[in-house]
């Protein structure tokens, strides 16, 4: 039998005090869970869901414990968990973020922490929504390598300093947080949106790209560039730092001056 000085009582008070330790990390937490379901209601409704958390986990963590523990009809898009595909834009607190990059910590989990789809798109089920027409202007403005023929016969040589001209383009995820996050978006669905531009600009300044007239064309039209209004909501949104509006300003430019 053991004694309170056996090794063995000693060894299960420690592994208890570690699981307390553990636990007084926790904190509990309201997340307010913005809930979309068509075959049950045309209309949305906001969820309190209150759950134990380590502050220093993510808005996604907290969905999954929600999905898993809690609610497993919640619907939400995630695939990396780490910021890298792009799916898991959300309004978290009234902006848009990805959740799998928001630390619950840093958004003041004391009050209770709103979660909503991303404006603009059509909400399908609760926190995801239609991309198909964000993706379309992404098709529209030809994300790809153009060439007139004259195929090389070894890999495309660029000097540092051209290929320094869209670096910071070629970072995006297609996560739609700029887009989304777009007043003249919201208003009309046909403006082509920041994601789409950034990713023509990606193209139209890469000294191998041939196809630069063209898409300045496609953007040129009237849900083109010159929609924006330069209003920085984007450049705030985008989880990858990209500067958004500056490039937009770079494809204006680029129509007025056909330089690029
Ligand atoms: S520019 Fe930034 S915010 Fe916009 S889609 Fe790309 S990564 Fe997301
Ligand atoms: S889940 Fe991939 S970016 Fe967040």
Known sequence: M???????LDKHSSA???????ASHLITVTLRVRRFNPEVSAE???VDYRLPIDPKERVLDALHKIKWEIDGTLTFRRSCAHGVCGSDAVRINGRNRLACKTL???INPEKPITVEPIKGLTVLKDLVVDMDPFFQAYRDVMPFL??????PTRE????AEDRER???????ILCAACTSSCPVFWNDGQYFGPAAIVNAHRFIFDSRDEGGEQRLEILNDKDGV?????????TDACPRGIEVTKAIQEVKRALITRRF
């Open 2 to 8: 053991s004694t309170p000085n056996s090794p063995t």
């Open 16 to 22: 208890l005090d570690a699981a307390e330790n553990t």
């Open 44 to 46: 949305a409704e906001w």
């Open 104 to 106: 619950i910590k840093d």
């Open 146 to 151: 153009i060439t007139k023929g004259n195929e």
């Open 156 to 159: 495309r040589l660029q000097s």
């Open 166 to 172: 869209f670096d910071d383009t070629t970072k995006c």
């Open 226 to 234: 010159w929609r924006c209004r330069t209003t920085f909501n984007c």
